[in-house]
């Protein structure tokens, strides 16, 4: 690449950050409609969000569940893919199950969960956990399925077990795999945060945009929008720096292999 | 060292169809002897490979090593594939590390072994490299070093050099006979290229298809060591590979057609 081009390749995201926000301007100075502020109002009214206390813990408090439905569902999602994807019996008899649970709306469920579990900590929490659950049990059963059966047997030559081939071999083989998922279930945590919080209203970042909605505070509703989209994009492109680095290995390289018997 | 007793594998290849892979094998193969099972593709051999590894159990008949029922797969005997079967998330050092590692050596010793096996097939310098950096035949000298690194009692080397270009398997037909020259274990290669066969082995193992059986047994009487430059021009390898080509020709003449 030319040092040129490599500027704009790193200029872009930035323009176009700043074209959808000149879009925004124009279009709601276009429209002149109460609920829909300009782009500089609605930035103007984030550091508010980020100053006040009690928006700050409730913002916490989403990401706390969100981290805790994550990890848990992350904890219990690959094991069960990989096992999947390397036991017909357990495939058989997950599968059907799965793909019943599949296509529902995981915040369609909130309702119900709230009616046994209440609006508290642990529903929204299952409510993540359900969301993140599909995505990482899938790639993780698909990446399990995909490991070369000649992989697992050299590690049996070798003299490992039935369980340390899954955890030490078919675990590693299918990680990039596994990795995509959970960037999948990442976003999936963050927008069941919010809309299992838009249900069971009474803390969270979901709380406060439905709230500013209700009370018509359409300035505040949009920085939160800035807010949430913001803190999806910072996680995703964390998560996307670790997933790089723990997979480099697979990652297609674009120098041809050494020419050499 | 190895016996295989009348074994048959049957593979269900649907609802009600079955697949006669290997129609009562019966083969010995002594300590030390270098034994190819030669034969066209669907014949079965790599399926009786993979029956001596234990990767598979026969459908009757048993297999035996040193006298013991061969039940699954073990550190005595090595199994080297086609496809590599690289651990492409280890470095070559950390792939030829993995075996001795796996039985308890101690890391500075697996580590000093494994870079000495790694010198030996030719890759010094390449100790940090990913699979993936790799060349196919740079590949295949790795998993060579992968699997003598846990010192099995017999190699089992699955077409190891079918997915070369001819020069790469060339060379390394070349290597694998110096280095097998050194301590003269036990292999038993599968191949369907007869000069493969005749130039590495004792003996040639030749098979027929649809159902595999074993269709005859060649002595390849030819010393040790070879050279294939000089073997290429000996009229007694020649003979050997002929008179196999001419037996496999009339396999296809008198059978259902290749």
């Known amino acids: ?261 | 060292m190895i016996e295989i007793d009348r074994v048959s594998q049957v593979f269900q290849t649907s609802a009600r169809s079955d697949h006669l892979a290997l129609s009562d094998i019966s083969l010995s193969v002594e300590e030390g002897a270098f034994v190819s099972i030669l034969g066209p593709s669907g014949c079965g051999k790599s399926t009786l490979l993979y029956i001596v590894g234990g990767f598979v159990n026969p459908t009757s008949g048993i297999a035996k090593m040193k006298g013991k029922t061969i039940t699954g797969p073990g550190p005595d005997r090595g199994p080297v594939f086609q496809e590599f079967a690289l651990f492409p998330w280890k470095s070559v050092l950390g792939n030829v590390m993995y075996g001795p590692r796996q039985q308890g050596v101690r890391a500075v010793d697996a580590e000093a072994q494994s870079r000495a096996l790694i010198e030996m097939v030719g890759l010094k310098g390449y100790e940090n490299f990913y699979p993936k950096e790799l060349s196919g035949g740079m590949k295949q000298r790795v998993a060579l070093a992968r699997t003598l690194a846990y010192h099995p009692e017999v190699l089992l080397m699955d077409e190891p050099f079918g997915a070369l270009d001819a020069h790469t398997r060339t060379r390394l037909q070349n290597d694998l006979l110096n280095i097998w020259e050194r301590d003269r274990k036990t292999v038993i290669f599968v191949t369907h290229s007869v000069d493969e066969a005749v130039f590495l082995s004792d003996k040639v193992v030749m098979m027929s298809r649809s159902p595999g059986r074993i269709r005859q047994i060649v002595d390849i009487e030819l010393p040790r060591p070879r050279r294939r430059t000089e073997l290429l021009l000996d009229p007694r390898y020649q003979k050997f590979v002929v008179d196999i080509e001419r037996m496999f020709d009339d396999d296809d003449e008198a059978g259902p057609g290749a």
């Not at chain 1, 019943?100 to 529903?123: F, N």
């Not at chain 1, 838009?198 to 009370?215: V, Y």
């Open chain 1, 1 to 261: 690449m030319t040092q040129r081009g490599a500027l704009i390749a790193r200029a872009a995201p930035v323009l176009a950050c700043i074209g959808l926000l000149a879009l925004w301007q124009v279009a709601s100075l276009l429209l002149k409609n109460d609920s829909f502020p300009t782009a500089v109002e609605a930035i103007r009214a984030v550091p508010a969000i980020l100053g006040d206390k009690e928006a700050l813990i409730n913002i916490l408090a989403s990401l706390r569940r969100m981290a805790v439905g994550f990890g848990v569902a992350v904890a219990v999602s690959v094991p069960l893919g990989l096992l999947m994807g390397r036991s017909r019996q357990v495939q058989a008899f997950f599968n059907p199950l799965l793909m019943v649970i599949y296509p529902v709306p995981k915040a369609a469920l909130m309702p119900i969960i709230m009616l046994w579990l209440g609006v508290g900590d642990i529903a929204k929490t299952l409510v993540i956990f359900l969301g993140v659950s599909l995505p990482v049990i899938y790639h993780s059963f698909e990446g399990a399925k995909a490991v070369e059966e000649k992989m697992v047997w050299s590690g049996a030559a070798m003299g490992l077990s039935a369980a340390q081939r899954l955890v030490r071999i078919v675990m590693p083989a299918a990680l990039p795999e596994i990795l995509t998922g959970c960037r999948t279930g990442l976003v999936l945590a963050l927008i069941t945060m919010i809309t299992s919080e838009m249900i069971a209203r009474q803390s969270g970042a979901g709380n406060i945009l439905f709230n500013a909605l209700d009370m018509g505070q359409y300035d505040t509703v949009f920085a939160m929008i800035i807010i949430v989209g913001a803190m999806g994009i910072c996680l995703d492109a964390a998560f996307e720096r670790v997933r790089a680095r723990l997979v480099r290995w697979s990652e297609p390289q674009f120098d041809m292999p050494l020419s050499f018997s």
